[in-house]
């Protein structure tokens, strides 16, 4: 019994900023990485950045310098603050983990996503 749940989505101008969170709960032992993959219509589900337990971090090349990803470890929750949006940063934003649960089975769970629109 392991869940995502997402929030902070919205409608934004564009230059505009967001700061989604997510929260992960459950049977959990361990999450090894969190991150966050969004979906345009029409669009592939690509990756947008993720963050290990030690602190490292990836971005996709369309978001570097604009977005940041964070994690608070003892509130099992990842953030990311999306600064100088695009009109093109509009799609469904869901969380990911990689976790081990306290039945030491390996998930990766994804939570319901969080609509973002940013407007020209």
């Known amino acids: 019994q392991v869940q995502l749940v997402e929030s902070g989505g919205g409608l934004v101008q564009a230059g505009g900023s967001l700061r989604l969170s997510c929260v992960a709960s459950?049977?959990?032992?361990?999450?090894?990485?969190m991150g966050w993959y969004r979906q345009a219509p029409g669009k592939q589900h690509d990756l947008v950045a993720t963050?290990?337990?030690?602190?490292?971090?990836n971005y996709a090349d369309s978001v570097k310098g604009r977005f940041t990803i964070s994690r608070d470890n003892a509130k099992n929750t990842v953030y990311l603050q999306m600064n100088s949006l695009k009109p093109e940063d509009t799609a469904v934003y869901y969380c990911n983990a990689d976790l081990v649960s306290r039945g030491y089975r390996r998930l990766r769970p994804w939570g319901q996503g969080t609509q973002v629109t940013v407007s020209s």
């Open positions: 963050i290990t337990s030690g602190g490292s971090t």
């Open positions: 459950g049977s959990i032992s361990s999450i090894n990485a």
